[in-house]
Nanobody, 117 residues
Protein backbone atom coordinates (compact mmCIF):
# COMPACT_ATOMS: atom_id res chain seq x y z
CA UNK A 1 0.00 0.00 0.00
CA UNK A 2 1.27 3.45 -0.88
CA UNK A 3 -0.22 6.83 -0.02
CA UNK A 4 1.35 9.87 -1.67
CA UNK A 5 0.36 13.35 -0.54
CA UNK A 6 0.83 16.48 -2.63
CA UNK A 7 -0.33 20.08 -2.73
CA UNK A 8 1.35 21.48 0.36
CA UNK A 9 3.29 24.72 0.38
CA UNK A 10 3.52 28.25 1.68
CA UNK A 11 0.38 30.37 1.68
CA UNK A 12 -0.60 33.68 3.22
CA UNK A 13 -3.25 33.87 5.94
CA UNK A 14 -6.70 33.80 4.39
CA UNK A 15 -5.47 31.83 1.42
CA UNK A 16 -6.39 28.38 0.14
CA UNK A 17 -4.68 25.12 -0.67
CA UNK A 18 -5.92 21.76 -1.89
CA UNK A 19 -4.12 18.68 -0.71
CA UNK A 20 -4.34 15.41 -2.63
CA UNK A 21 -3.54 11.89 -1.54
CA UNK A 22 -3.15 9.25 -4.23
CA UNK A 23 -3.54 5.67 -3.00
CA UNK A 24 -2.29 2.50 -4.63
CA UNK A 25 -2.06 -1.15 -3.70
CA UNK A 26 -5.45 -1.29 -2.01
CA UNK A 27 -9.14 -1.51 -2.82
CA UNK A 28 -9.67 2.19 -2.23
CA UNK A 29 -13.43 2.10 -1.87
CA UNK A 30 -13.15 -0.21 1.16
CA UNK A 31 -11.06 2.26 3.15
CA UNK A 32 -12.00 5.14 5.39
CA UNK A 33 -9.70 8.01 4.45
CA UNK A 34 -8.46 10.66 6.83
CA UNK A 35 -6.24 13.70 7.01
CA UNK A 36 -4.20 14.27 10.15
CA UNK A 37 -1.75 17.03 10.96
CA UNK A 38 1.14 17.50 13.32
CA UNK A 39 2.58 20.86 14.27
CA UNK A 40 6.04 21.20 15.85
CA UNK A 41 5.94 20.17 19.49
CA UNK A 42 2.35 18.96 19.27
CA UNK A 43 0.67 15.60 18.95
CA UNK A 44 -0.76 14.41 15.67
CA UNK A 45 -4.44 15.30 15.44
CA UNK A 46 -7.32 14.26 13.23
CA UNK A 47 -8.35 16.99 10.80
CA UNK A 48 -11.04 15.28 8.71
CA UNK A 49 -12.32 11.82 7.83
CA UNK A 50 -14.54 10.45 5.08
CA UNK A 51 -15.96 6.97 5.34
CA UNK A 52 -15.49 4.25 2.78
CA UNK A 53 -18.98 4.67 1.35
CA UNK A 54 -18.08 8.28 0.57
CA UNK A 55 -20.95 9.91 2.38
CA UNK A 56 -20.29 10.69 6.01
CA UNK A 57 -17.57 13.13 6.99
CA UNK A 58 -16.08 14.23 10.29
CA UNK A 59 -14.09 17.39 11.03
CA UNK A 60 -12.07 18.76 13.88
CA UNK A 61 -13.83 21.73 15.45
CA UNK A 62 -10.90 23.96 14.54
CA UNK A 63 -11.42 23.44 10.79
CA UNK A 64 -15.21 23.13 10.49
CA UNK A 65 -16.57 25.50 7.87
CA UNK A 66 -13.11 26.08 6.37
CA UNK A 67 -11.90 22.64 5.26
CA UNK A 68 -13.67 20.10 3.07
CA UNK A 69 -12.67 16.47 2.61
CA UNK A 70 -13.77 14.57 -0.48
CA UNK A 71 -12.83 11.43 -2.36
CA UNK A 72 -12.84 10.16 -5.91
CA UNK A 73 -13.01 6.38 -5.81
CA UNK A 74 -12.44 6.16 -9.56
CA UNK A 75 -9.09 7.94 -9.13
CA UNK A 76 -8.17 6.35 -5.78
CA UNK A 77 -7.65 9.85 -4.43
CA UNK A 78 -8.77 11.79 -1.37
CA UNK A 79 -8.66 15.58 -1.22
CA UNK A 80 -8.59 18.22 1.46
CA UNK A 81 -9.71 21.67 0.35
CA UNK A 82 -8.46 24.21 2.86
CA UNK A 83 -9.85 27.73 2.78
CA UNK A 84 -9.42 30.75 5.04
CA UNK A 85 -6.13 29.36 6.25
CA UNK A 86 -4.70 30.60 9.53
CA UNK A 87 -1.14 30.52 10.90
CA UNK A 88 -2.27 27.89 13.39
CA UNK A 89 -3.01 25.55 10.48
CA UNK A 90 0.73 25.30 9.88
CA UNK A 91 1.73 21.64 10.20
CA UNK A 92 2.75 18.54 8.34
CA UNK A 93 -0.42 17.01 6.92
CA UNK A 94 -0.67 13.24 6.65
CA UNK A 95 -3.04 11.07 4.70
CA UNK A 96 -4.25 7.88 6.38
CA UNK A 97 -6.23 4.89 5.15
CA UNK A 98 -8.08 2.51 7.45
CA UNK A 99 -9.71 -0.65 6.19
CA UNK A 100 -13.37 -0.53 7.19
CA UNK A 101 -14.25 -2.58 10.31
CA UNK A 102 -10.58 -2.98 11.27
CA UNK A 103 -7.82 -1.02 12.96
CA UNK A 104 -5.41 -1.57 10.08
CA UNK A 105 -3.95 1.83 9.20
CA UNK A 106 -1.64 3.01 6.44
CA UNK A 107 0.09 6.39 6.37
CA UNK A 108 1.59 8.68 3.79
CA UNK A 109 4.89 10.50 4.20
CA UNK A 110 3.26 13.88 4.86
CA UNK A 111 3.24 17.25 3.14
CA UNK A 112 4.19 20.54 4.76
CA UNK A 113 1.65 23.35 4.93
CA UNK A 114 2.93 26.72 6.13
CA UNK A 115 0.60 29.66 6.62
CA UNK A 116 2.56 32.85 7.02
CA UNK A 117 2.75 36.39 5.74
Amino acid sequence: VQLVESGGGLVQPGGSLRLSCAASGLTFSRYHMSWYRQAPGKERELVARIVSAGGSTTYADSVKGRFTISRDNAKNTVYLQMNSLKPEDTAVYYCSARLASTTLDYWGQGTQVTVSS
